[in-house]
T-cell receptor, first 114, second 114 residues
Framework: DTEVTQTPKHLVMGMTNKKSLKCEQH?????MYWYKQKAKKPPELMFVYSYEKLSINESVPSRFSPECPNSSLLNLHLHALQPEDSALYLC?????????????FGEGSWLTVV | DQQVKQNSPSLSVQEGRISILNCDYTNSMFDYFLWYKKYPAEGPTFLISISSIKDKNEDGRFTVFLNKSAKHLSLHIVPSQPGDSAVYFCAARPTYNQGGKLIFGQGTELSVKP
């Protein structure tokens, strides 16, 4: 079972709103990720959590705030976004070990900022 | 500096024939390579992977070949089916990897015609 579940599937928010994207996995993976993807472009890494600690922040603006409450959950808090932030936001997870650690993606949350 | 390149943005193949998707990389420090398939409005789905210590990995209709001396990776799909029509991304993991960070190519859109 390689399932990463994301909610909501679609979100429309105004530039002054505060909203959150949620992600859950029960594969025992200890690395979780947020990626952003625009149409037909490759996923762009935003954040990596390893053992529930933020290990990589790819210079993401502070209007995006990640949170990892426990080893199964990952949130992305959104505040004061811009229309250009509209994209597919992908959560992913993987094991942490030498050798193969395939990253498994969720279905994504489509975000539209108006 | 694009470390992983997919030079063909699109590929069209007849149903039943072989599809060959190519990927080149510039960094010798990659130790693990993956192929993902992406339908519109969905997250990337993991297809197949290969470790840098191997030169071939096969899974059903999908075979990945790795030529380390040429820094070249290819995905063969045979026979191709209309349901294979999607965008395919190759990805590579650096050996100095922190928490599973992947470097993605720009993607190749495969169209399999009946």
């Amino acid at each position: 079972d390689t399932e990463v579940t994301q909610t909501p599937k679609h979100l429309v928010m105004g530039m002054t709103n505060k909203k959150s994207l949620k992600c859950e996995q029960h594969m025992g993976h200890r690395a979780m990720y947020w990626y952003k993807q625009k149409a037909k472009k490759p996923p762009e890494l935003m954040f990596v959590y390893s053992y529930e600690k933020l290990s990589i922040n790819e210079s993401v603006p502070s209007r995006f705030s990640p949170e990892c409450p426990n080893s199964s959950l990952l949130n992305l808090h959104l505040h004061a976004l811009q229309p250009e932030d509209s994209a597919l936001y992908l959560c992913a997870s993987s094991q942490i070990r030498q050798g193969s650690n395939t990253i498994y993606f969720g279905e994504g949350s489509w975000l539209t900022v108006v | 500096d694009q470390q992983v390149k997919q030079n063909s943005p699109s590929l069209s193949v007849q149903e039943g024939r072989i599809s060959i998707l190519n990927c080149d990389y510039t960094n010798s420090m990659f130790d693990y390579f993956l192929w993902y398939k992406k339908y519109p409005a969905e997250g990337p789905t993991f297809l197949i992977s290969i470790s840098s210590i191997k030169d071939k990995n096969e899974d059903g209709r999908f075979t990945v070949f790795l030529n380390k001396s040429a820094k070249h990776l290819s995905l063969h799909i045979v026979p191709s089916q209309p349901g294979d029509s999607a965008v395919y991304f190759c990805a590579a993991r650096p050996t100095y990897n922190q928490g599973g960070k992947l470097i993605f190519g720009q993607g190749t859109e495969l169209s399999v015609k009946p």
